[in-house]
């Protein structure tokens, strides 16, 4: 499946996002979704996932309350809502995905998405 990203911008701190991921090519609802971010000179980590129905929701601890995911199969898209950002939420967001037989796996781990958009850029400013 490809996948395309988009909604990033410049944000002040406590303020909110939505980012979009738009998949064509295969059967989207066969895939478990996950937003990743990379933020300059750390490791890419995975925000939030999603099941392939949206039956399982994983997130990070650092935004849980604040980021909510989300998919809707009929439009082959997937979203983040991030709520209360913060500096340290500043990053290139990435989507991804990985195909999958089971309705509630998320693939907790970056090799385990094989399905990657390109970046989206978040600056919140303090």
């Known amino acids: 499946v490809q996948l395309q990203a988009s909604g990033g911008g410049l944000v002040q701190a406590g303020g909110s996002l939505r980012l979009s991921c738009a998949a064509s090519?295969?059967?989207?609802?066969?895939?478990?979704m996950g937003w990743f971010r990379q933020a300059p000179g750390k490791e890419r980590e995975l925000v939030a996932a999603i099941s392939r129905r949206g039956g399982s929701i994983y997130y990070t601890d650092s935004v849980k309350g604040r980021f909510t995911i989300s998919r809707d199969n009929a439009k082959n898209t997937v979203y983040l809502r991030m709520n209360s950002l913060k500096p340290e939420d500043t990053a290139v967001y990435y989507c991804a995905g990985g195909d999958t037989t089971k309705y509630f796996y998320t693939g907790k781990s970056l090799d385990e998405y094989d399905c990657w958009g390109q970046g989206t850029e978040v600056t919140v400013s303090s």
């Open positions: 090519g295969r059967t989207f609802s066969n895939y478990y």
